[in-house]
């Protein structure tokens, strides 16, 4: 069955400072991947997504995101993060052949001013 | 565009009475997806329609149903409540024409006393 797992269940940190939240996922087939956010009050948004090619997608708010097939890895990134990036960060992924969306359990984003 | 709706945003019912959510998709979007969202069991998948036909089943049990009527517009129905249909649902809508990304709307937020 398909799994996807987000490491970090709660970060904190301060403005400017770089962020990067790890995902991983385990199938064996083709996937699609996907960034979700959810701000405090409001519904899940996509950040950004991964069908194919480049494997560096763009997102965004200037969030980006690497896929690396051989670690099954599809980890958020944002070189600097502002107060308003607080919010809970939702990793997705569904088989390229199914269009059910299996979340990972979300990571709570908290960035001090 | 309108992005997708749902009705009503909260429910208050007790345990044993049936309920049904509504959820108008993104005009021009012919697929629908439900999910449930909890924080003990994050967001789980429970059915997805498309051209009025369920496609796809999430491990619910049989009390979850749904229907999706010409117009792409989707109801789901939770007959005999228990205290952990307890959640908030939400509906996202699919262009469905070889685009897989999901829109997501606002939820309705499920009480069950």
């Known amino acids: 069955a398909q799994s996807v797992s987000q490491h970090n269940h709660h970060v904190i940190l301060s403005e400017a400072a770089s962020l990067e939240l790890g995902c991983n996922y385990s199938?064996?087939?083709?996937?699609?991947l996907f960034w979700y956010v959810q701000y405090p009050g409001q519904h899940l948004q996509l950040l950004l997504k991964y069908f194919s090619g480049d494997p560096l997608v763009k997102g965004i708010k200037g969030f980006e995101a690497e896929f690396i097939k051989s670690k099954f890895s599809f980890n958020l990134r944002k070189p600097s993060v502002q107060w308003s990036d607080t919010a809970e960060y939702f990793c997705a992924v569904n088989a390229a052949s199914s269009y059910k969306l299996i979340f990972g359990s979300g990571t709570r984003l908290l960035v001090r001013p | 565009k309108a992005g997708v709706t749902q009705t009503p945003r909260y429910l208050i019912k007790t345990r044993g009475q049936q309920v049904t959510l509504s959820c108008s998709p993104i005009s021009g979007h012919r697929s629908v997806s439900w999910y449930q969202q909890t924080p003990g069991q994050g967001l789980q998948f429970l059915f997805e329609y498309f051209s009025e036909t369920q496609r796809n089943k999430g491990n619910f049990p049989g009390r979850f149903s749904g229907r999706q009527f010409s117009n792409s517009r989707s109801e789901m129905n939770v007959s005999t409540l228990e205290l952990g249909d307890s959640a908030l649902y939400l509906c996202?809508?699919?262009?469905?024409?070889?685009?897989?990304?999901?829109?997501f709307g606002p939820g309705t937020r499920l009480t069950v006393l």
């Open positions: 199938y064996g087939g083709t996937v699609n």
């Open positions: 996202a809508s699919r262009e469905a024409s070889g685009s897989d990304t999901q829109y």
